[in-house]
T-cell receptor, first 113, second 114 residues
Framework: EAQVTQNPRYLITVTGKKLTVTCSQNMNHEYMSWYRQDPGLGLRQIYYSMNVEVTDKGDVPEGYKVSRKEKRNFPLILESPSPNQTSLYFC????????????FGPGTRLTVT | KQEVTQIPAALSVPEGENLVLNCSFTDSAIYNLQWFRQDPGKGLTSLLLIQSSQREQTSGRLNASLDKSSGRSTLYIAASQPGDSATYLCAVRPRNTGFQKLVFGTGTRLLVSP
């Protein structure tokens, strides 16, 4: 089954404790991206990757890191999480090109206390 | 800067009604527009993708239209069912920022009662 998977699905952590949210897709997509969703603000892009070893900032990259060492994986790293990073995070993937739709993972709900 | 607005924010209808969800965007320079459904705990499911050169797309009971010049899209749901209850999001792919991202509206929460 073609899908985007994220782990963990739910995470409660404390300020400053490094964490990684994994994202994997099995559709051989070149493009992958991370979004966060906050009430009243909609989904906003954090980082994206056009292919292996090619990443770039989205609209809200502060406090996040990403890497793309393999085509199927695109982990999101929070080196020192803060309470304002409490949010619902979505990973997405798609074929490179403007006309292609994007596919989203099930989301990771992160709470930073 | 592209902005996407969805009205109403919430909608409650009895089963069987036909309904229309609205999406407006401020910049008509888009590659395409995508409608999603968001269920709690299940992420976003893509419903329809309309390219900028198209006027509408249909899938089952769903029909989405696009009027790029006026910056509007509608999602029409025929004969609504309780299983249609979810939050519906529209998103555009702006031309002026490349195709690297989608700009989302804040959604319409739909409740269909039996």
């Amino acid at each position: 089954e073609a899908q985007v998977t994220q782990n963990p699905r739910y995470l409660i952590t404390v300020t400053g404790k490094k964490l990684t949210v994994t994202c994997s897709q099995n559709m051989n997509h070149e493009y992958m991206s991370w979004y966060r969703q906050d009430p009243g603000l909609g989904l906003r892009q954090i980082y994206y990757s056009m292919n292996v070893e090619v990443t770039d900032k989205g609209d809200v990259p502060e406090g996040y890191k990403v890497s793309r060492k393999e085509k199927r994986n695109f982990p999101l790293i929070l080196e020192s999480p803060s309470p304002n990073q409490t949010s619902l995070y979505f990973c997405a993937s798609g074929r490179t090109g403007a006309s292609y739709e994007q596919y989203f993972g099930p989301g990771t709900r992160l709470t930073v206390t | 800067k592209q902005e996407v607005t969805q009205i109403p924010a919430a909608l409650s209808v009895p089963e069987g009604e036909n309904l229309v969800l609205n999406c407006s965007f401020t910049d008509s320079a888009i590659y395409n527009l995508q409608w999603f459904r968001q269920d709690p705990g299940k992420g976003l499911t893509s419903l329809l993708l309309i390219q900028s050169s198209q006027r509408e797309q249909t899938s089952g009971r769903l029909n989405a239209s696009l009027d790029k010049s006026s910056g509007r899209s509608t999602l029409y749901i025929a004969a609504s069912q309780p299983g249609d209850s979810a939050t519906y999001l529209c998103a555009v792919r702006p031309r002026n920022t490349g195709f690297q991202k989608l700009v989302f509206g804040t959604g319409t929460r739909l409740l269909v009662s039996p």
